[in-house]
């Protein structure tokens, strides 16, 4: 009986397709879509030129088609809008605009990225700024991209749906490589969905095309879908015999849609002029069950949106393969990172000075521009550096892009610091600012550069109070260490120096008995930089490390514990004692671990000090029992579970190797649990996980600090010469359940350290203290903070990110006379004004989500 009714739902299926078929003819779209390999086939130079030469070919094609029916005019796709940067660069306004009319009538279009980018290495920040430029040109011009891509490589984030979302894209199409891979072929040729909406955790999100791959990357599923052949003379040919596989895979069980696309057919090739081919196989292979269009991806979008409104959702990260070619050069993209968290205070600054100063920052725009520029193109996703550009070349171009950014961060940070001391009035003692760039008070430490006499007594000016004080070298230079407290959500206290000296007091830490500790911790660590033992002195005197695979805290892999020279205290008074090391084994590395009074904070900075050609990591083993670990996403705040387990990676076409490491990651029990705060390294490994397998239970990490993850053939070998790396890491535990705000701000604080200068104003403003901003619920992190991109004339920017799993509707205050809030894009193009003169305001945020607003100050 079982078998006759599987065959009668087999025959009803097939005669509802059937029937589906006659009622509905199919439509086929077919995208001519140029791939761009940048930096791989060919250089910037060729690059230029292939761009614009390109560009005047298919608008001069537009043109000589646009007489056609319209499903047979020509158009052309650029995967990114540095194709429109720079022809504009290189072509006259005139030629410019003919560009952006044929933008307007749907004949060319570009997706919101700069250009082809892996993601799983970005930080969330460093993803939006790469969107910049499309942001720019919506405004100044009154267009809108709806797209946005991620090709070739095999993996996808889950958070980048958010991101994409919340930057104004609706749409997004995915073709992989199927090369230079650890996923099979077959694993890439059954996907859950092919068609579905890409959802983030926030419930926003693109809808996605990503076919099976089909035979290899020219075929369906593909990064150049209708390049069936290589020989350009056969292009209609072979556009054709695409469509016909379109058509087969309409109505079809995996694909039961009447509606397919088929796009790209640029593959590797530094450029392609086919237009004619397109319209030509759209006018042969068009019948009357059959409509077949010349697309610009865009509309195949808007006819699955009207004709599909219920596809299936997918929330889910693939892991990462070819994002982890960056860390073959991982001093130089942890420069980048620096640079990216760095900004966070720059442009806070940068916004209260500029509120005095409305002229402030205007000589540095081209800088700025040429930021953007760099971080949407340092993680181009041919960073397998295995093509015609050699690994030399491109590795110097990844250097040129990093300075690009540093340069403009530094500038920035430097100048807006120095400006805001130069705005507040100075006294009759040294006075100097003490700055928090983030959204809720702090106490912390905040180092201040100092060459006078010293001791010396430290006023909190706003409430009277001595504070303690000490001095440090930090990188040869004397600088006054402060215990700096109730320093205001996005503002600042004033101190003040007199001669004399504060109450003595006890030391923050010691070393004695074989042990460093304070009132929090306490730690056993070796020449070599290992920690063996770690106790929280709140929980017990529990012991946090269990040695795991010869493994214990901070290891490199030293064989002995012992190997180096003997620890010595370089720094040491009340508010923080540091302790240093040195060791050649297994490479050349040093190492300095500090202790606080009174903040539950083991900071571990690390740095290896010669070049090193292998794959080396920081092993972090604990002594955790059914712990969950949970880690900083791009955009997304993920489970490292399966998610057929409760996790957020896929059970399938997935890879679990290397985990993004953004800010934390972190290990929790029921009850107690560590976070790890990170700065310079890219990924993590939990345990002995492989690419088809993730070790979910296991308690330990392995913090990748560099090399080239898939052989010496992809990445750039041998950390492209450099000598120097360094890694910043914090320790804090947890008498709770992990909690992602609780993580996110203890991670926070230690990348954001509170930021010190000298008060050099003769007149000005001369509050004690100020706090730009406020929110009412500790969920919502303000996330960045700085003048509109037009000038702060535009307004003032501001990003918050809620990280509590439900929705919240918290209430805001800006500090200034407000005219109004509009709710915009990440990329500050305006979508709707949210209040007038009211103060606060509230505003709605889903669970996770990311939201950016324009406020207009009066």
Not at 501 to 525: C, E, H
Not at 569 to 579: D, K, R
Not at 583 to 601: A, E, Y
């Amino acid at each position: 009986m079982w078998r006759i009714c599987c065959l009668i739902g087999l025959c009803l299926m097939a005669l509802g397709m059937k029937v589906a078929r006659a009622q509905q003819p199919t439509r086929l779209y077919i995208a001519n879509d140029e791939h761009t390999d940048y930096k791989w086939t060919g250089n910037e130079a060729q690059y230029d030129s292939a761009f614009v030469h390109m560009l005047d070919y298919y608008l001069d094609q537009i043109d000589s088609t646009k007489n056609n029916p319209d499903d047979f005019q020509a158009r052309f796709n650029c995967d990114g809008s540095f194709w429109l940067y720079t022809y504009e660069k290189y072509r006259s306004p005139a030629q410019f605009n003919r560009l952006v009319s044929a933008i307007e009538s749907g004949h060319i279009s570009s997706p919101l990225n700069t250009l082809v980018s892996t993601y799983g290495a970005q930080p969330t920040e460093a993803v939006l700024r790469g969107m910049y430029y499309a942001g720019q040109m919506e405004r100044r011009l009154g267009l809108r991209f709806p797209m946005a891509v991620c090709m070739e490589n095999q993996t996808l984030p889950l958070g980048l749906s958010s991101l994409w979302a919340g930057s104004g894209a609706k749409y997004s199409w995915r073709g992989v490589c199927g090369c230079a891979s650890r996923l099979s072929n077959t694993s890439l040729a059954h996907r859950q969905h092919q068609l579905y909406r890409y959802m983030g955790q926030d419930q926003t999100g693109v809808l996605m095309k990503w076919y099976n791959l089909s035979t290899d990357n020219k075929s369906l599923g593909g990064y150049a879908e209708t390049r069936l052949v290589n020989e350009l003379h056969q292009a209609t040919e072979s556009i054709a015999q695409t469509v016909e596989r379109l058509s087969n895979l309409c109505y079809t069980t995996a694909y039961p849609y009447h509606i397919a696309g088929a796009f790209g057919y640029g593959w590797d090739d530094l450029a392609t002029f086919v237009s004619p081919a397109f319209v030509q196989a759209a006018q042969q292979t068009t019948t009357t069950d059959r409509k077949v269009r010349v697309s610009n991806e865009e509309d195949f979008f808007k006819d699955i949106v009207r004709s599909y409104p219920d596809l299936p959702t997918e929330s889910l990260s693939y892991g990462n393969e070819w994002d982890t070619y960056s860390a073959s050069m991982n001093e130089t993209t942890a420069l980048v990172r620096r640079a990216t968290e760095k900004l966070r205070s720059a442009e806070a600054l940068a916004s209260l000075v500029s509120l005095q100063n409305k002229s402030f920052g205007k000589n540095l725009i081209e800088l700025r521009q040429k930021a953007w520029e760099g971080f949407g193109l340092y993680w181009e996703h041919d960073w397998t550096a295995d093509g015609p550009v050699s690994a030399q070349d491109r590795g110097n171009w990844q250097k040129k892009m990093q300075e690009q950014i540093s340069t403009y961060v530094d500038t920035l940070y430097q100048l807006s610091s120095k400006s805001l001391g130069q705005q507040l009035k100075k006294s009759t003692n040294p006075r100097f600012y003490v700055f928090n760039p983030l959204s809720w008070e702090r106490d912390d430490v905040a180092d201040i550069e100092y060459d006078g006499n010293y001791p010396v007594a430290v006023l909190d000016v706003s409430s009277g109070q001595l504070c303690a004080s000490q001095l440090i070298t930090k990188e040869g230079k004397r600088f006054l260490r402060i215990m700096a407290r109730k320093i205001p959500s996005v503002g600042y206290k004033v101190f003040e120096l007199s001669e004399g000296s504060s109450k003595k007091l006890p030391v923050a830490a010691t070393l004695s008995d074989g042990f460093f500790k304070n009132a929090l911790y306490r730690l056993r660590i070796h020449p070599s930089g290992v920690i063996s033992q770690l106790y929280d002195s709140l929980a017990q005197s529990r012991q946090l490390i269990k040695i795991q695979d010869g493994k214990y805290l901070n290891d490199l892999g030293t064989l002995k514990l012992d190997d180096g020279e003997p620890l010595v205290i370089e720094n040491e008074g009340p508010v923080s004692v540091t302790l240093k090391g040195t060791s050649s084994l297994p490479v050349l590395h040093s190492f300095r671990i500090t202790l606080f009074k009174d903040i539950p904070r083991i900071e571990i900075q690390n740095s290896i000090e010669e070049n090193f050609k292998d794959i080396k990591t920081w092993a972090f083993s604990f002594d955790l029992i059914n712990q969950t670990t949970s880690h900083e996403e791009l955009g997304a705040v993920l489970t490292a579970k399966i998610q057929t387990r409760g996790g957020d990676y896929s059970a399938q076409n997935a890879r679990y190797d290397w985990l993004t490491f953004n800010h934390f990651a972190d290990l929790s029990e029921e009850n107690y649990g560590v976070t790890l705060s990170n700065l310079d390294c890219s990924f993590f490994k939990l345990g002995a996980s492989t690419p088809d397998s993730l070790w979910e239970q296991s308690a330990q990490l392995y913090a990748l600090a560099g090399g080239q993850t898939d052989g010496e053939k992809l990445g750039i070998p041998a950390q492209h010469g450099q000598s120097r790396f360094n890694y910043h890491f914090a320790l804090t535990t947890h008498a709770q359940a992990f909690d992602a705000t609780a993580a996110m701000k203890f991670s926070l604080e230690h990348q954001n350290p509170l930021m010190a200068q000298w008060i050099t104003g003769t007149i000005g403003r001369s509050p004690n203290e100020f706090s730009l901003l406020s929110v009412t619920d500790p969920d919502l992190l303000l996330w960045s903070v700085k003048p509109s991109e037009e000038g702060i004339e535009k307004g003032l920017i501001t990003r918050f990110w809620n990280l509590a799993n439900q929705p919240k509707t918290p209430a805001f205050r800006l500090n200034l006379s407000v005219r109004n809030v509009r709710q915009t894009t990440h990329l500050e193009t305006d979508e709707l004004q949210l209040t007038t003169t009211k103060s606060p305001f509230t505003a709605i945020f889903n669970p996770y989500q990311l939201r950016t607003f324009r406020w207009i100050i009066r």
